[in-house]
């Protein structure tokens, strides 16, 4: 089994991810001995605050991608950016300031931890206008949404995809996150599942246990199709597959959080 992870902080020096080259190299160590053979580099776009350009990430994932042939790493490096929604995003796309993942027609978007702005809909639309396919990213942090769900399956059915994180399940942002995130992924609500990775510590490239935890709770199917296929699917520039909603093996959601402690112990 190889995996993909499109949402990653793994370039060195561009943002609050990897600080310097012998860090890259350590977290792709650990994606590649956790089954990952392909990294999405997302650093963080923020208008106005970091800007991390196209060529940047280009160069800068080119320079990864030959440290990792050197050291003898199966990984493949590809460039995109993790964009902070504002009114803006559709220019700043326009004007080739954002980076798609993998160069594809999916742009990953970030919300604001604690909000949905009220724009956020009209600028989601104006990139599908544009021939884009938004994914958003980690949405079940956001404390809107988990406020209320159905902002998130409205999303869905407007053709928005959902991106969860490996942390969310391992419950490294609270029992609160945790919890939902089990509701989402019950649900039918999320297309992939990424790392998120900053560092080789507890936000760390490795997808393997999130993998394995899908696998014995809902079935190889859905493990494969959250963590290798759709990624995949962005990387080849096709379709990535919706989902239906989902029954654990043992009835809905029962033994869930035995299964996590086991899974996900924090190291």
Do not use: W
């Amino acid at each position: 089994m190889v995996y993909t992870d499109i949402h990653t902080h793994i370039l060195p020096g561009l943002d609050d991810g990897a600080r310097y080259r012998k860090t890259a190299l350590d977290m792709m160590r650990v994606a590649a001995e956790s089954q990952t053979g392909h990294i999405i580099a997302t650093p963080h776009f923020i208008p106005g605050k970091s800007e991390v350009l196209p060529q940047s990430i280009c160069d800068s994932c080119n320079e990864l991608q030959s440290l990792a042939d050197d050291n003898g790493l199966n990984l493949r490096i590809y460039p995109g950016c993790e964009v902070f929604i504002s009114p803006e995003l559709p220019d700043l796309y326009d004007a080739s300031l954002i980076c798609t993942l993998g160069n594809s027609r999916y742009i990953l978007v970030e919300l604001p931890m604690m909000s949905v702005p009220p724009y956020t809909e009209s600028v989601l639309y104006k990139l599908q206008l544009k021939g884009l396919t938004p994914i958003m990213a980690h949405p079940e942090r956001n404390r809107e949404i988990m406020k209320k769900p159905d902002i998130l399956k409205e999303m869905m059915e407007r053709g928005i995809l959902v991106q969860m994180n490996t942390g969310s399940l391992a419950g490294i942002h609270g029992r609160e996150v945790e919890r939902f995130a089990r509701r989402l992924l019950a649900g039918g609500l999320v297309h992939f599942i990424a790392s998120d990775a900053h560092s080789t510590g507890v936000r760390k490239p490795d997808l393997r246990k999130a993998a394995v935890f899908v696998e014995e709770e809902y079935g190889k199917e859905l493990a494969d199709l959250l963590l290798v296929e759709n990624g995949l699917a962005v990387l080849e520039n096709r379709p990535a597959k919706t989902l239906e909603p989902v029954q654990n093996k043992g009835g809905f959601m029962c033994s869930l959080g035995k299964r996590l402690s086991t899974l996900f112990r924090h190291e």
